[in-house]
């Protein structure tokens, strides 16, 4: 299915386009040659000098800024680099937590394959989030997550710090999440296998907070997607 590049977009003018990224879609061509989309190919189409500012996991959904022209993608990437950019998520996460602007401040080096990191304090890189509980379920959380750096899978490997693993993250031992965990009265026909209620990892770019080239502040929230809205609205509903 081609996805349509105009209805993902949640702010556009002359210099930049934020999206909200759809799960399961590569930010930038992967490097097997699958002609799948990305969202770079995509950006290119409808805006020729797009240039992705930061970059997303293939699962993760939510706010993406895409520069449209050099002096916009160098102004913005000054900002990532200098850490003036606020990004925040949202993850639910297993078991309850009350988190209050805690800081996990440690450090992450990649593994030998490149596809999962861990906290290494001799060889790891400075990596910094600050996690905020937004609600608390009864054996899962809702957190919003303020990275300060931007390391690979950073708020993922910070999140099992505080034992507190993302739902549906196997990688990093994320439980997956059923309705049948929720509800107490859940019936399945019979010989049917439930399905969790949410298949990838469940964090959400929620919001982007930085300078346009003129010096005005904006900020760009992105909505949840449909999985992550339902899940949300399950754990209101029955915990």
């Not at 105009?6 to 934020?18: G, H, P, R, S, T």
């Not at 000098?49 to 993608?73: C, F, M, V, W």
């Not at 959380?141 to 750096?149: A, D, K, N, R, Y």
């Not at 992105?222 to 949300?232: G, I, Q, T």
């Given at each position: 299915?081609?996805?349509?590049?105009?209805?993902?977009?949640?702010?556009?003018?002359?210099?930049?386009?934020?999206?909200?990224?759809?799960?399961?879609?590569?930010?930038?061509?992967?490097r097997q040659a699958d002609n799948?989309?990305?969202?770079l190919r995509l950006a290119k189409?409808?805006?020729?000098?797009?240039?992705?500012?930061?970059?997303?996991?293939?699962?993760?959904?939510?706010?993406?800024?895409?520069?449209?022209?050099?002096?916009?993608?160098?102004?913005?990437?000054?900002?990532?680099?200098?850490?003036?950019?606020?990004?925040?998520?949202?993850?639910?996460?297993?078991?309850?937590?009350?988190?209050?602007?805690?800081?996990?401040?440690?450090?992450?080096?990649?593994?030998?394959?490149?596809?999962?990191?861990?906290?290494?304090?001799?060889?790891?890189?400075?990596?910094?989030?600050?996690?905020?509980?937004?609600?608390?379920?009864?054996?899962?959380?809702?957190?919003?997550?303020?990275?300060?750096?931007?390391?690979?899978?950073?708020?993922?490997?910070?999140?099992?710090?505080?034992?507190?693993?993302?739902?549906?993250?196997?990688?990093?031992?994320?439980?997956?999440?059923?309705?049948?965990?929720l509800k107490r009265k859940f019936?399945?026909?019979?010989?049917?296998?439930?399905?969790?209620?949410?298949?990838?990892?469940?964090?959400?770019?929620?919001?982007?907070?930085?300078?346009?080239?003129?010096?005005?502040?904006?900020?760009?929230?992105?909505?949840?997607?449909?999985?992550?809205?339902?899940?949300?609205?399950?754990?209101?509903?029955?915990?």
């Open positions: 299915m081609r996805l349509n590049f105009k209805d993902l977009i949640i702010f556009e003018n002359e210099d930049y386009i934020i999206i909200n990224k759809p799960p399961y879609i590569a930010s930038l061509d992967e799948s989309q990305s969202i189409e409808y805006s020729d000098d797009a240039q992705l500012a930061h970059r997303l996991d293939k699962e993760t959904s939510g706010a993406l800024a895409i520069a449209k022209n050099p002096a916009a993608y160098r102004h913005l990437a000054m900002q990532f680099e200098h850490r003036q950019v606020e990004k925040r998520y949202h993850a639910v996460v297993n078991g309850a937590h009350d988190f209050e602007m805690i800081s996990v401040y440690l450090p992450i080096a990649q593994k030998r394959d490149g596809t999962q990191v861990m906290i290494d304090r001799q060889k790891g890189k400075e990596a910094e989030t600050i996690f905020n509980s937004i609600k608390v379920y009864r054996n899962h959380t809702l957190v919003e997550c303020m990275p300060i750096t931007g390391r690979m899978h950073q708020i993922r490997i910070h999140l099992v710090c505080l034992k507190a693993p993302i739902v549906c993250d196997p990688t990093y031992g994320g439980e997956y999440i059923y309705l049948s965990d019936n399945l026909k019979k010989d049917t296998d439930e399905l969790p209620l949410m298949k990838r990892v469940a964090l959400h770019s929620r919001s982007l907070t930085f300078k346009l080239l003129d010096g005005e502040v904006i900020k760009v929230e992105a909505p949840y997607p449909k999985d992550f809205e339902v899940l949300v609205k399950q754990l209101d509903k029955f915990s």
